[in-house]
C-alpha cells in the first residue's frame, strides 16, 4: 500500500458574492455548505444584480460559486467574461472616467479591483486543474504574473508622478515601490505542484525557490512569514509514497462602503463620493484535516 505524504496549505478568498442587492439568502446557503442551491438562489437574482452592479460582479460571483459546485468549464467561462471587462475598463482613458466622477459617481459601472483581477487566474488555473487540463492551469498563472509585472510598471510611474509634484501625498509615499505586486506565494505554490505534475523539473525548482523568496522580499505584506516548510516538497518520491497537497480558503474579500467628501467650489461644495475597503474579520482561526486517526493543522500561505 502507498503512504500517503501530506502537505497543507490555506489562504483566504479574495473573490466572494459582494453587492448592494440583498443576497442573505445565498450566503446562508453558501456558509452551510450547500453550493448548488447557492448558485441557483444568485442566479434567481441574477438580473437584479445585473442591473445594479453591472457584469463584472455578476460574473465573478457567478464564477467563484460555479467553482465551489464544481462546475469547473462554466466557472472559466464566467470568470473570463469578467477578466475581459476589466481588461476593457482598464484601456478606457482616463479622462473619461473622471469626466463621470465629477458630473455623477453613480454613472460608471463596477470596473474591478486589482486583486480580483489577478486572482480570477488563481481559481482559472484550479477549474483547469479540475478539468485534468494541466498545462493550461499553467497558462494561467503565468499570465497573473504578467499581470503582476503590468501593475508594477503601472503603481510606479503613479508613484513617480505624486513624488515629483509639489502635492501633501508625496510625503506618505517617499520610498514606496510597486514590489507589492511583483510575486505571490500561492502563485508560485501552485506551480510548483503543477510543473511536478508535468515532470518539469526546472519550473519545479524556480517556483520553489520563489516561493521562499516571497516572504523575504514582500515581508511587509506577508507579515506572518513563512509558515509552510519546504523539506518534504521534493520532486520525485518513492514508488510506495504518493504527494497529497490539500487546498483550503477561508474568509471573503474585504467589505467595501462608501465614503465622501465635501471639496470647496466657489461658493458652493462638490461631493465626491469614492469606495473605501474595510477589514473583514472571520472567525475561523484555523483549519483541521483528519486522515485516518492523524489530525493535522493546515499552514496559511497567504492572506
Same mark, same amino acid.
Given at each position: 500500500m502507498k503512504k500517503l505524504v501530506l502537505s497543507f496549505i490555506v489562504v483566504l478568498l479574495f473573490i466572494s458574492c459582494t453587492s448592494t442587492v440583498n443576497l442573505k439568502s445565498t450566503e446562508f446557503k453558501l456558509q452551510d455548505g450547500d453550493y448548488n442551491a447557492a448558485? =441557483? /438562489?444568485? &442566479?434567481?437574482? $441574477? +438580473?437584479? &444584480? !445585473?442591473? !445594479? !452592479? #453591472? /457584469?463584472?460582479? *455578476?460574473? *465573478? /460571483? *457567478? #464564477?467563484? *460559486?460555479?467553482?465551489? =459546485? $464544481? +462546475?469547473y468549464s462554466e466557472s472559466n467561462t464566467l470568470l473570463t467574461r469578467a477578466e475581459d471587462s476589466i481588461t476593457e475598463n482598464f484601456t478606457q482613458s482616463v479622462t473619461a472616467k473622471i469626466g463621470t466622477f465629477l458630473v455623477n459617481d453613480n454613472t460608471a459601472a463596477y470596473r474591478g479591483e486589482d486583486y480580483e483581477d489577478i486572482y480570477i487566474n488563481i481559481f482559472k488555473s484550479l477549474n483547469y486543474y479540475h478539468l485534468g487540463k494541466i498545462e493550461s492551469s499553467m497558462v494561467e498563472l503565468r499570465r497573473m504574473s504578467e499581470k503582476q509585472t503590468k501593475l508594477e510598471v503601472k503603481y510606479n510611474i503613479q508613484t513617480d508622478k505624486i513624488l515629483s509634484s509639489s502635492s501633501s501625498a508625496s510625503s506618505y509615499l517617499k520610498g514606496y515601490r510597486g514590489q507589492y505586486f511583483t510575486n505571490s506565494a500561492l502563485a508560485q505554490y501552485l506551480t510548483m505542484i503543477f510543473s511536478r505534475n508535468l515532470k518539469d523539473i526546472n519550473t519545479f525548482n524556480l517556483s520553489k525557490q520563489y516561493f521562499a523568496n516571497s516572504y523575504v522580499a514582500l515581508s511587509d505584506y506577508y507579515t506572518s512569514g513563512q509558515t509552510l516548510l519546504l523539506d518534504e516538497e521534493v520532486y520525485e518520491y518513492p514508488s510506495s509514497m504518493a504527494r497529497v497537497n490539500f487546498l483550503a480558503f477561508n474568509g471573503l474579500i474585504p467589505v467595501k462602503y462608501e465614503k465622501s467628501d465635501a471639496i470647496p467650489y466657489f461658493n458652493t461644495y462638490i461631493r465626491i463620493a469614492y469606495p473605501v475597503l474595510g477589514e473583514y474579520r472571520t472567525s475561523v482561526s484555523k483549519i483541521v484535516v483528519k486522515v485516518a486517526e492523524n489530525t493535522l493543522q493546515l499552514n496559511l500561505v497567504e492572506s
Open positions: 448558485f =441557483d /438562489d444568485y &442566479v434567481a437574482k $441574477s +438580473k437584479v &444584480v !445585473q442591473a !445594479q !452592479q #453591472g /457584469d463584472i460582479v *455578476l460574473n *465573478l /460571483d *457567478l #464564477g467563484m *460559486l460555479a467553482h465551489y =459546485d $464544481s +462546475k
